[in-house]
């Protein structure tokens, strides 16, 4: 193991669980993709890119990727505010508000979907408020908008709740003592230092609503250009038998979602550095 | 609520509408989509709902949900476990980049990883292309299945044990070594009973995901009734038939599934909680006891 | 700006951790509050501020009633045990903080505030770290800025909640020095809370020893420690030991020896306080206050400490300068006797307080 520079521990199993996370993650993750890599070279440019240059597909990315930062827009807003009433305000029925935001996650997708689309749908409980006043939620791209807030929302209520938690109440004190009102303390002293885990959960419910596909094909409607999603161009491109477009398109998705994962770390590795060394 | 005139609260009509709004949101959001499942399951009757459910797709559905979960989680727990024992408990290079491929399945969407096993077992490969050779199927059989929902479902026990075990540190199973513990011994008594709520929580995560998932099951499972359909996808052709009761039957059972791993997550926070209070509690006292004895 | 608080009290739910309270603070004094955890002591200091309101009683700022005036409105400066700096901004920053929330009517200019943060920079001798973030500053450095932030907004007191409670032995030596420095330097009413009785002691100009919601004595620090007020004020503010003995006919005794009290009341059970360096040894029984074998002898530095075992199994603790010491020639297992120089007592049944 001196080719990974290990560093001396009186610990034993340092190879058994190295080497099992090594080969699973070979096994599961790296040969899966490795062979996604070998496909797309295979394509050659100009399949790839008269695929990804369609405009049906350029349109689908577009939705996949505005309707996923509405989303997350939505959530951001919502989610921090969830996770202030909940850290701050007693409130009746909280430890059941606080279990029920993690449903979007424990939810299946798919069931999701169709009890969203039943009930946004023009006759279904909520579609019917909304259709008088012209407002058509499922099978529109808002449809897809309010599938994807569904999915998102934990994000961000959880990765901004510990540091609502954390947060002193002297640092309150201090700006309330130095003069501040209210209004003040919260948009120069708590807002600033939430800030970072805000914009943390935020792009992680971005990055999974631009892949997000069973709550949102029920909704949608799909309408090629109007509602279709990207991930629904990739099956529908397989059901057509057209394994290099789907792969094209899934290059496109995965490079972008790489982009994503990599932002999001260097934002945590940023926020560290900027909050390290405390006492 | 807390007291109007304190330094560090808002005045009450703006509590109030936050939590007015929060609530709204939750109940718009949240509370009604999972209630309709119900509603829509029952609209019709017990008679119909117990019909849904004990008809032979449906049955086969659930068979096959729950054979590929049983499969997932157990190879994912030991994976996590192992993958966690590593980076939490030795320094070595390239351990961020292994943090970062163990959290990559949560970045990709669940198509693409579908794809990613159509590409690699479909018959247009040279894996696919040996394994139909010698009789084997993957793509669009279980195998299929149980690859797809394993990678969707692959950070999760991980994901929840690295960060505990690193908090905790290692002096507890270097005390056991020095006390003449075997690696093993020191691992199954003092490691696993100190982990052994993150496992848990991790566990029931993973498997609420290998349960649910559909996207990724999608595209491998070729969608054969009552052979390569899991609940997900089998409510996905029944809402596509118009047959709403059905769908929303078996979108029931998994939304119980989904009630249920919400209960027992708020119950492990909640013992969590319980057990850190008492020990802070404790640790408290006994500050108190030293500040006595120097005083 | 002097600080009057009239008949306080506050409870959190069972607990009193004020009980009618009365107090003034002088303009231009450092007072200390003084007692051990739960006395109430930060209570009553964060009720001066307002960062606590009081179930009963009033406060006045000088003469004036600002028990209902909000915390932003006090014009208080207040230091926290724990900094409590935004560590988002930097140190110049932070100092600005109370400028830059003022109203826009009252708000300096840009050039004003960085001078008045400057200025305050250099009071406390950190002006070389006004781009550094607070997480990058030592804990010492960090409570000097905090005390410039609380000093920008020109408060009209100063409130100081146990401002070195969170530092090294050293970094406190140093930083309660140059505290009193800084006090005479600005004269501006200040209250510090702590724990610590030599800190209290040390710093302030008057000390106010409180235990159990209660105010046990207010006085110099001279003047607390020569003639503490209760057998609590004698336990708190340093080692001590303790005798029984009865009060009779003005004089303290105890067997043999004898000591006149001025102002005593005949008692069966009286308890003297005697602290270590009051306490004489001798090798001749005569008017002796206790015999005890010595146990140790610790003779490192001026005073020498020694530890006497009394037939009763307790211990004396005596402190000697080294001359004495050397003058009478002591060794372990010997037996002497011990004389005060000066004691306290106290009517009332062996109540011993554990702080």
Not at chain 1, 4 to 15: C, I
Not at chain 1, 183 to 208: E, K
Not at chain 2, 209 to 224: D, K
Not at chain 3, 24 to 30: I, W
Request: some cysteine.
């Amino acid at each position: 193991m001196s080719l990974l520079n290990r560093s001396y521990s009186v610990l034993p199993g340092f190879r058994l669980g190295f080497g099992i996370s090594l080969a699973w993650l070979g096994l599961i993750v790296l040969l899966p993709l490795a062979m996604m890599i070998v496909a797309t070279s295979r394509m050659g440019w100009p399949a790839f890119l008269g695929t990804v240059l369609d405009e049906r597909v350029l349109a689908s990315l577009r939705l996949s990727f505005v309707a996923a930062a509405i989303a997350a827009a939505i959530n951001a807003v919502f989610g921090l505010l969830l996770a202030w009433v909940l850290v701050r305000y007693r409130l009746f029925g909280k430890r059941f508000i606080d279990a029920m935001v993690d449903l979007p996650f424990a939810l299946p997708t798919s069931v999701a979907g169709i009890a969203l689309t039943t009930l946004y749908a023009p006759n279904g409980l909520v579609g019917q408020y909304l259709a008088p006043l012209g407002i058509k939620v499922a099978y529109t791209p808002l449809g897809i908008v309010v599938a994807l807030t569904f999915i998102g929302l934990p994000f961000v209520v959880r990765t901004v709740q510990p540091v609502l938690q954390e947060l002193e109440r002297e640092l309150e004190e201090a700006a309330s003592c130095l003069g501040a009102n209210r209004w003040q303390t919260v948009r120069r002293v708590i807002f600033p230092t939430v800030l970072p885990a805000l914009i943390t959960g935020t792009t992680l419910a971005f990055a999974r609503a631009t892949g997000e596909y069973g709550s949102v094909i029920f909704i949608a409607g799909n309408i090629p250009l109007v509602s279709e999603i990207a991930p629904l161009i990739i099956v529908s491109k397989l059901d057509q038998y057209d394994q290099n477009g789907a792969t094209a398109v899934a290059v496109v998705m995965l490079l972008i979602s790489f982009a994503l994962l990599l932002l999001i770390n260097s934002l945590q590795w940023w926020s560290a550095r900027r909050n390290g060394a405390q006492r | 609520m807390s007291d109007s005139y304190s330094a560090t609260a808002e005045a009450r009509w703006v509590r109030w509408s936050l939590c007015g709004v929060a609530l709204a949101f939750v109940f718009l959001f949240l509370l009604i989509p999972l209630l309709s499942v119900f509603q829509q399951a029952l609209s019709h009757g017990v008679g119909l709902y117990l019909a849904a459910l004990t008809e032979p797709d449906a049955r086969a559905a659930i068979g096959l949900t729950v054979r590929s979960a049983a499969i997932a989680v157990p190879l994912n727990l030991v994976f996590g476990i192992a993958a966690a024992w590593a980076i939490a408990r030795f320094e070595f290079r390239g351990k961020t980049l292994l943090t970062t491929l163990i959290d990559l399945p949560f970045s990709v969407s669940p198509v693409v990883a579908g794809l990613m096993f159509v590409l690699l077992f479909g018959v247009n490969s040279p894996v696919g292309a040996f394994l139909a050779a010698h009789g084997m199927k993957v793509i669009f059989a279980e195998p299929g299945i149980v690859l797809a929902t394993v990678f969707v479902t692959f950070p999760f026990v991980a994901r929840e044990l690295i960060p505990l075990m690193q908090s905790q540190g290692a002096d507890e199973e270097q005390a056991a070594l020095v006390l003449g513990a075997s690696g093993w011994k020191s691992f199954v008594r003092v490691t696993l009973p100190n982990v052994k709520w993150g496992l848990l929580y991790g566990v029931i995560l993973c498997n609420a995901r290998a349960m649910g998932e559909f996207g990724a099951v999608s595209v491998v499972s070729g969608h054969i009734r009552g052979e390569t359909n899991t609940i997900p996808l089998h409510v996905e052709i029944l809402y596509n038939e118009y047959n709403f009761v059905g769908a929303f039957a078996c979108a029931s059972i998994l939304a119980l599934l989904a009630l249920l791993t919400l209960v027992i997550k708020s119950l492990i926070e909640w013992r969590q909680a319980r057990e850190q209070n008492q020990a802070s509690g404790r640790v408290q006292l006994a500050r108190v006891r030293r500040a006595g004895e120097h005083a | 700006m002097s600080i009057e608080i009239q008949n306080i009290r506050k409870q959190f739910g069972d607990f009193v951790a004020l009980d009618d309270v009365n107090l003034t603070v002088n303009d231009g004094e450092l007072l200390a509050l003084l007692g051990p955890s739960g006395c109430g002591k930060t209570t009553l200091l964060r009720i001066i501020a307002g960062l606590e309101r009081p179930d009963g009683g009033q406060v006045l700022f000088g003469g004036e009633d600002a028990t209902h005036r909000h915390v932003a409105e006090r014009k208080v400066g207040f230091v926290f045990q724990h900094y409590a700096l935004f560590r988002h901004m930097t140190v110049f920053d932070n100092v600005a903080f109370g400028l830059t929330v003022k109203p826009r009517r009252t708000r300096p200019s840009p050039e004003a505030i960085r001078e008045r943060v400057m200025e305050l920079l250099r009071l406390v001798q950190l002006e070389w770290l006004a781009d550094a973030y607070p997480p990058q500053l030592s804990g010492g450095q960090r409570q000097r800025i905090a005390l410039a932030r609380s000093l920008a907004v020109e408060p009209r007191v100063l409130l100081l909640d146990e401002p070195f409670g969170a530092l090294d032995a050293r970094v406190r030596k140093d930083l309660r020095r140059w505290l009193r420095e800084l006090h005479d330097e600005i004269h501006l009413t200040s209250v510090f809370v702590t724990h610590d009785q030599e800190e209290a002691l040390e710093v302030s100009d008057r000390v106010v020893v409180m235990d159990h919601g209660h105010i046990e004595q207010v006085g110099r620090p001279d003047e607390i420690y020569e003639n503490p007020a209760s057998p609590f004020v004698t336990q708190f503010l340093g080692d001590v030991n303790l005798f029984h003995g009865r009060v009779e006919r003005g004089l303290f005794r105890v067997g043999d020896f004898a000591h006149p009290l001025a102002g005593h009341d005949d008692s069966d059970q009286a308890l003297a306080y005697v602290r270590p360096h009051d306490l004489d040894v001798s090798m001749s029984a005569a008017q002796a206050l206790a015999q005890g074998r010595i146990e140790h002898i610790h003779a490192v530095g001026p005073v020498v400490r020694l530890e006497l075992r009394q037939d009763d199994g307790s211990v004396i603790d005596v402190a000697l300068s080294k001359e004495r010491y050397r003058e009478l020639g002591l060794t372990p297992g010997d037996t002497a006797f011990v004389r005060p120089k000066k004691l306290s007592v106290f009517n009332g049944d062996a109540s011993d307080y554990v702080i």
